[in-house]
């Protein structure tokens, strides 16, 4: 569903109108931030696999910290392979990093560490990698990227939109204090319910991430 249609699919369950734009009304604009609201609730509550893409960078020799382009703060990381040698690359904390260049003699090899730092001008998340590379290497980064709040009115939901439809009308719901017989309590726990049942479907796809087994 888009951002309108979202909108307009609340407005209908508050018995108000519908709009041809989000920016119609002060009302459809506030609708607009439950909408935007709940979105964020929703893709928060799993790593959707609607979510999950993978990003790819190509190193350069003699340069260890890139820019993963379209990548916010809103992400997480699943794994990292370096697919040049063939080999999955392991996690390294800040300090552990900070040693590595700033107190001893880096040397220039095969990435196989990784530690995230920050972001560039644009708000694209950066990666620092270790060893220096030495040419050029292609990294797949496994990411769940969350999505920035919607402004178009065409921009479309990827994750489940029935969720997202049921806590945006419980916050509205809350806010102007009716609904013509449904509590706001009430409201929460059918999104609670529809959010569950959602998680449930999508996990279905990756039974190893759900099923704790002894290492």
């Keep these: ?38 979105k964020r609730i929703v893709e928060d509550s799993w790593d959707w696999s609607s979510l999950r893409n993978t990003f790819t960078i190509n190193t350069q020799a003699n340069v260890f910290s890139y820019a993963i382009t379209g990548v916010g703060s809103a992400s997480k990381t699943l794994d990292v392979i ?18 590595a260049f700033l107190n001893q003699d880096p040397p220039k090899s095969t990435p196989s560490y ?16 270790f060893p220096i590379p030495d040419g050029v290497y292609n990294l797949h980064f496994n990411m769940v990227d969350r999505t920035a709040p919607f402004t178009s009115d065409s921009t479309v939901l990827d994750v489940p939109s029935a969720p997202v439809i049921q806590y945006a009308v419980a916050l509205a719901s809350r806010e102007r204090g009716e609904t013509g017989g449904t509590s706001a309590q009430e409201l929460y ?24 087994t002894v290492c």
Excluded: C, H
């Design 1 to 38: 569903m888009t951002y309108l249609q979202l909108v307009n699919s609340v407005l209908r369950r508050l018995r108000e109108n519908e709009v041809t734009s989000v920016n119609d009304s002060s009302y459809s604009k506030l609708i607009g931030d439950f909408v935007n609201d709940a």
């Design 82 to 99: 370096n697919d040049t040698s063939n080999a999955f690359m392991r996690q390294a904390s800040s300090s552990w990093m900070n040693n």
């Design 114 to 129: 990784y530690s995230w730092n920050g972001f560039d001008a644009n708000g694209n998340l950066q990666v620092d990698v």
């Design 189 to 212: 726990a059918i999104a609670d319910s529809t959010l569950a049942d959602a998680i449930a479907m999508d996990a279905a796809r990756f039974p190893s991430e759900t099923t704790w």
